[in-house]
């Protein structure tokens, strides 16, 4: 059993909830947190921004990632949206177990 974490911001509390509650529902994910403020700086088209978004954690199954990272891309709201995934390469067994079985 392979646990990943999958991390993505969002512009919004609303867009990520929205999110959130679609991705566990279709069984991509075992559970979602949402971190409600976090400030991030970057370039975007030559123009340097400072915004106010928020971010998720998504804990998913291996076999769940490309699915989920796919869903997420299609319905967010950014054109070119950070999405990251991160093998957890230690957890609690019970804990794997859940998330496989919550996947499936």
């Known amino acids: 059993?392979?646990?990943?974490f999958i991390y993505v911001n969002f512009k919004s509390i609303k867009e990520a909830k929205k999110m959130s509650f679609k991705i566990v529902?279709?069984?991509?994910?075992?559970?979602?947190n949402i971190i409600p403020t976090i400030y991030?700086?970057?370039?975007?088209k030559k123009k340097t921004f400072i915004d106010k978004e928020c971010s998720m954690i998504i804990?998913?199954?291996k076999s769940k990632v490309?699915?989920?990272?796919?869903?997420?891309?299609?319905?967010?709201?950014?054109?070119?949206?950070?999405?990251?995934?991160?093998p957890i390469k230690k957890s609690h067994?019970?804990?794997?177990k859940w998330v496989?079985?919550?996947t499936k």
């Not at 989920?68 to 709201?77: D, E, L, V």
């Open 1 to 4: 059993m392979k646990i990943y």
């Open 25 to 32: 529902k279709n069984k991509f994910a075992a559970c979602v």
């Open 40 to 44: 991030s700086t970057y370039e975007w």
């Open 59 to 61: 804990k998913t199954s």
């Open 66 to 86: 490309e699915k989920a990272i796919n869903f997420i891309r299609r319905n967010h709201s950014y054109e070119c949206p950070a999405i990251s995934a991160f």
């Open 93 to 96: 067994k019970d804990f794997e």
């Open 100 to 102: 496989t079985d919550q």
